[in-house]
Each structure stands twice: as C-alpha cells, then as structure tokens.
C-alpha cells in the first residue's frame, strides 16, 4: 500500500495496518478514524478466498450507479 496514513473527508489523516498471509495476498485492512469532535473510529475490513470465482447480486431496491463509476 506504501502509504503511511489514508486521506479521509472531514477527518484529520486516518493511520491504518495492512495484514497479508504468507502468498503476499492482503487479508485484512484497518483504518483508524479520529473525529475532531469524537471518539475514535476503526474500521476493519477483512478479505479472503482470493483467486476464487464470487457472484455479485445488487442489494434490494439498488438503483444505477452514477456513470462516474463506470471505465470507459
């Protein structure tokens, strides 16, 4: 990731911890989120099965996304 801390809207810079398994694959990312008006934040999101085929389904009453997200 090479990066000391992760720019967050609103928020002062967010330091994070990056955990790979043993093949370099990244299994999990922590963010911590420190608020100017309180308490700290810490998100953590965890990543596995990589290399694995995965079906995606829209949540319920999902709408389009704007087309800025699209590649062109």
Same mark, same amino acid.
Not at 15 to 26: A, C, E, L, N, R
Not at 45 to 56: A, M, R, Y
């Given at each position: 990731?090479? *990066?000391? @801390?992760?720019? +967050?809207? %609103?928020?002062?810079? @967010?330091?994070?911890?990056?955990?790979?398994?043993?093949? %370099?694959?990244?299994?999990?990312?922590?963010?911590?989120? +420190?608020?100017?008006?309180?308490? $700290?934040?810490?998100?953590?999101?965890?990543? $596995?099965?990589? %290399? $694995? +085929?995965?079906?995606?389904?829209?949540?319920?009453? *999902? %709408?389009? *996304? *704007?087309?800025? !997200? !699209?590649? $062109?």
């Amino acid at each position: 990731m090479g *990066a000391p @801390s992760i720019v +967050s809207i %609103g928020i002062r810079l @967010s330091p994070f911890t990056i955990t790979t398994d043993d093949q %370099g694959w990244v299994t999990s990312i922590k963010v911590e989120l +420190s608020p100017s008006d309180g308490p $700290k934040l810490t998100m953590t999101t965890t990543i $596995k099965d990589h %290399g $694995k +085929s995965l079906k995606i389904n829209p949540p319920a009453r *999902a %709408g389009e *996304a *704007a087309d800025f !997200y !699209y590649r $062109k």
